[in-house]
């Protein structure tokens, strides 16, 4: 609670530093209209020349002071994907819109408003929606996880930090360059993984701006100082024993081997039964599952199929004989492509591993704040205007 009060009153702070630098200004309000074309990067495991796509945007924009400013900022066209071990690449397209707040740093270090220049900050947030990703099925590929990315939900959420650099704003037409880092769902890309999806993204705009609207007065802003009297609380500290929760993380790793061009699980084993165990007792986790084979044996044709079918029959057996959620299970095959053992032996296996949280409750002394009210007299600056 402490740390939102800090902040809060931080941004409070920063809002009448910049309300008061453009007081003090004869500034210019306005809008705008800008459009923009470029190229953007969706990088994944394949090479980054090969993921170039065109892209473009659309936005409507106000500055509320010299240093201030808001925009609608619509991105749209085509990303690609694919998968280097195979060469094989798909495309689909996607929409995303923004709402961005912008700092003119250049207004905000200068003293003059009128540069041929000028450095803008942007971040914001909004959503994403991605569609048309035929080109992904039309692989042909084993099954994977990558075709369950959108099985549910093609919306992502999108939160983006960028820079734009602007020429004269005080001209009612102007050019920009804008780069931008975007950060969205794992779904973007129709893949699965444990990390969210980046796009990178370099435009250039051409934009009108109208609406100039100038201070009607010019405002002078005055400090003083006052001697006050007020309450003010002290805090006295006092240690009791209390029942403290804590959360626990818990963790779980096994590694499950086979007998070569072997795949089925011919009984239950112990590592499934405590797979399971740990499942049900942990009810949100998620059970990865990723199977691998030996490079010293076959070829990578055939030791993805059977990396494969050992990371799908692990998962079958899980859901029949244990009666797991098949949607909390996730798998995943690295064929001979990843060797995760010295011996080449024992990379014909499959390896899990899983996330859980569990509560415990322990007796501790804890400090325990009291507030209590006394009046005291101190010297306070405070701004008048003029």
Same mark, same amino acid.
């Given at each position: 609670m402490e740390t939102k009060r800090f902040l809060l009153a931080t941004a409070a702070t920063i809002?009448?530093?910049? =309300?008061? &630098?453009?007081?003090?200004?004869?500034?210019? =309000?306005? =809008?705008?209209? @800008?459009?923009?074309?470029?190229?953007? *990067? $969706?990088? $994944? &495991?394949?090479?980054?020349?090969?993921? *170039? $796509?065109? $892209?473009?945007?659309?936005? #409507?924009?106000h500055f509320f002071t010299p240093v201030v400013g808001m925009r609608l900022h619509v991105n749209a066209w085509q990303s690609k994907s694919g998968f280097e071990d195979i060469d094989q690449y798909y495309k689909w397209k996607y929409v995303t819109p923004d709402l961005d707040l912008m700092i003119n740093l250049s207004n905000l270090i200068g003293r003059s408003k009128d540069h041929a220049l000028n450095l803008i900050l942007l971040g914001g947030a909004g959503v994403s929606y991605a569609w048309d990703n035929d080109e992904l099925f039309a692989l042909n590929m084993p099954v994977t996880a990558a075709p369950l990315a959108w099985k549910d939900n093609r919306l992502s959420h999108n939160f983006r930090a960028g820079l734009r650099l602007e020429t004269n704003m005080q001209k009612p037409l102007g050019l920009s360059l804008e780069v931008n880092a975007n950060s969205l769902d794992d779904r973007f890309n129709s893949k699965m993984s444990s990390r969210d999806d980046w796009m990178f993204t370099a435009m250039l705009g051409l934009n009108f701006r109208f609406g100039h609207k100038a201070q009607k007065k010019r405002v002078t802003v005055r400090e003083i100082e006052e001697e006050i009297e007020e309450e003010v609380p002290e805090t006295i500290v006092v240690k009791e024993k209390r029942p403290v929760t804590k959360t626990e993380k818990v963790k779980f790793h096994k590694e499950v081997f086979y007998a070569i061009r072997v795949s089925d699980n011919e009984t239950p084993s112990a590592i499934m039964e405590q797979a399971a165990k740990f499942m049900n007792e942990n009810p949100k986790s998620v059970l990865y599952v990723v199977g691998y084979a030996d490079k010293g044996t076959g070829n990578p044709k055939l030791n993805q199929m059977y990396a494969q079918r050992r990371a799908e029959t692990f998962k079958k057996d899980l859901v029949e004989r244990h009666s797991i959620d098949p949607e909390r299970v996730i798998i995943d095959s690295k064929g001979d492509t990843v060797q995760p053992f010295a011996e080449n032996d024992?990379?014909?296996?499959? *390896?899990?591993?899983?996330?859980? #949280?569990?509560?415990?409750? @322990?007796?501790?002394?804890?400090?325990?704040?009291? @507030?209590?009210?006394?009046?005291?007299?101190? *010297?306070?600056?405070?701004?008048v205007t003029e």
């Open positions: 809002l009448m530093a910049l =309300s008061a &630098n453009a007081q003090n200004r004869d500034w210019k =309000s306005y =809008s705008y209209l @800008e459009a923009q074309g470029g190229l953007q *990067i $969706t990088p $994944t &495991n394949a090479p980054k020349d090969k993921l *170039i $796509t065109p $892209t473009a945007a659309l936005s #409507f924009g024992k990379n014909r296996c499959v *390896i899990v591993d899983a996330e859980g #949280f569990r509560d415990v409750t @322990e007796y501790e002394e804890v400090e325990v704040k009291k @507030e209590v009210m006394k009046k005291v007299k101190r *010297i306070v600056k405070r701004q």
